[in-house]
């Protein structure tokens, strides 16, 4: 079944908008946009009440950001349909249509996940499952993600699934996707997206409007946010279980797990180099 793109996008982010709409052009890509949840709309109450439900204390932004891919995930449940969910910087493989559509093809099972990103971070992949797009790409089982959440692709009853936990907790969008047990979950390598904020090792460019809008850097220290989950009972249960989720996975997959820092698909790395239009 082919799925939906849905990109995620606030209001006051046109410049990001522009560059999506000139990408998906280039690439021959039809998507819809998600009005994204800006934290200033987000009460006061609902924040305090909400904000240390799930694996640590979230900051405002964090917490719009959940809730915009919640809304991605609603879409995908309600209609009964797999879509793919990007968020406005990411940038995307000069092949990214035929691997959609090998992605689509190869995937039957509705509760099932597929990452597309890149990250400089070390990912558990278990086996191959196939190539997708000719042997350029392969398929292959994700057991833990590293965290990530600008490109993926989810079926509607992991949707569903998603939508339970997130009904309930505010957990940060990245480790929701890789929180709950049951879903199937897979990687596509070499990796044919990116967020643009994560490659500034890899783009020479100025990062002006493509500057995290969830939380800004501030060096190695962490927002105090950040450094005092361990300091809530209930986030630690959370993240416990959360771990314990991850923990399964890999005893699930032991006889085949690769964990592994791989790298943007070579295409993708030249495009880049090249320089990304709209930059």
């Known amino acids: 079944m082919s799925a939906e793109i849905l990109v995620i996008n606030l209001d006051r982010a ?103 990103e890149y990250r400089r971070v070390q990912k558990t992949l278990g086996r191959k499952i196939t190539d997708v797009a000719g042997p350029s790409f392969a398929l292959h089982r994700l057991v833990s993600s590293g965290g990530g959440a600008a490109a993926y692709y989810v079926g509607p009853q992991a949707a569903r699934a998603l939508l339970a936990i997130a009904e309930r907790r505010i957990i940060i969008a990245d480790s929701l996707i890789d929180f709950p047990l049951r879903i199937k979950r897979f990687q596509v390598t070499p990796a044919p997206a990116a967020a643009l904020d994560s490659l500034d090792r890899e783009v020479n460019f100025n990062v002006g409007a493509f500057q995290s809008t969830i939380r800004p850097r501030i060096g190695r220290r962490r927002p105090p946010s950040m450094q005092s989950f361990r300091a809530n009972p209930l986030t630690r249960l959370i993240r416990l279980q959360g771990n314990s989720h991850r923990w399964l996975r890999t005893l699930a997959h032991l006889g085949e797990l690769d964990r592994t820092s791989f790298s943007l698909s070579p295409a993708l790395k030249n495009y880049i180099k090249e320089g990304v239009p709209g930059l």
């Open 14 to 116: 046109d410049a990001r908008l522009r560059f999506q709409e000139t990408q998906m052009a280039r690439l021959g890509l039809a998507f819809t946009r998600i009005k994204a949840i800006d934290g200033s709309d987000i009460s006061d109450d609902f924040f305090e009440r909400m904000r240390a439900t799930g694996t640590r204390l979230v900051l405002r932004n964090e917490m719009a950001c959940m809730l915009s891919h919640a809304l991605c995930w609603r879409r995908s449940a309600e209609g009964g349909v797999p879509v793919i969910v990007l968020e406005d910087d990411t940038v995307l493989d000069p092949n990214f249509k035929s691997i959609v559509e090998a992605v689509s093809g190869a995937i039957d099972d509705p509760n099932t996940i597929v990452n597309f």
